[in-house]
């Protein structure tokens, strides 16, 4: 008999795209996202996810500079912000850059630009869409049309108490691709957020 294994949901202790720390509830994986500390411009277009090791306590923690990132995303600068270059570093092996236009595609020539689709690090292509299914927010679909993850945002008659309530549920079978889960996620909401 196959154990019976738990999703990660992680709770979204800000609802921010550039800042925010993402703790799994049964405290298994600490994800957070900030600006790159060594960023050029020092602000918010450049965005690393670090994986923390355990729960920050305060807003803070600077542990986070003692760590490589797992990820960087390099938005392009200017008021209208636009898409750059995604980062990914996978220890042992050497890092990888790519356009974040090549890395999340439009899933039809067409379509709107909130369905898009990625090949995660186990080579196979996942998609985003946006309010599509079961009132998620966003959901993450396989190939074989299996839901993979899902970002829900708080019902508003659901009270928060010193977070904002919003999850990201990555589903067990998935659970070694919540890097590339977060870092596709992030750039959707970044896309949805500056209407590109």
Known sequence: MRPLQMPYIFED??????????????DRMFLR???HPHSPARNNNVLAIYSMGRRSTRHGDTRHL???PS?????????????GNVNFFYPPAPS???????????????????????????GREY???????????WS????????????????????????????LTVHESFCHLSIDIMAS????????EHNL
Not at 97 to 121: C, D, I, N, W
Not at 147 to 158: F, I, N, W
Not at 185 to 192: E, T
């Open 140 to 167: 993450c679909i396989s190939e074989d049309n299996y839901l993979v993850a899902h970002y829900d945002l708080r019902q508003p008659h659901m009270p928060a108490y010193g977070v904002s309530g919003n999850t």
């Open 13 to 26: 202790r800000t609802g921010h795209v550039a800042r925010s720390d993402y703790d799994d509830i049964y």
């Open 33 to 35: 996202v900030v600006a």
């Open 127 to 137: 998609r985003w869409e946006h309010q599509s299914s079961d009132g998620h927010e």
């Open 96 to 122: 990888i850059t790519m356009p974040m236009s090549r890395y999340l595609r439009k899933t039809a020539f067409f379509g709107g630009s909130l369905s898009r689709k990625f090949r995660a690090s186990d």
């Open 71 to 83: 990820a960087i995303l390099e938005f392009a600068d200017g008021a209208a912000g636009g898409l």
């Open 185 to 192: 996620l992030l750039i959707m909401r970044y896309i949805a």
């Open 66 to 68: 003692e760590r490589q």
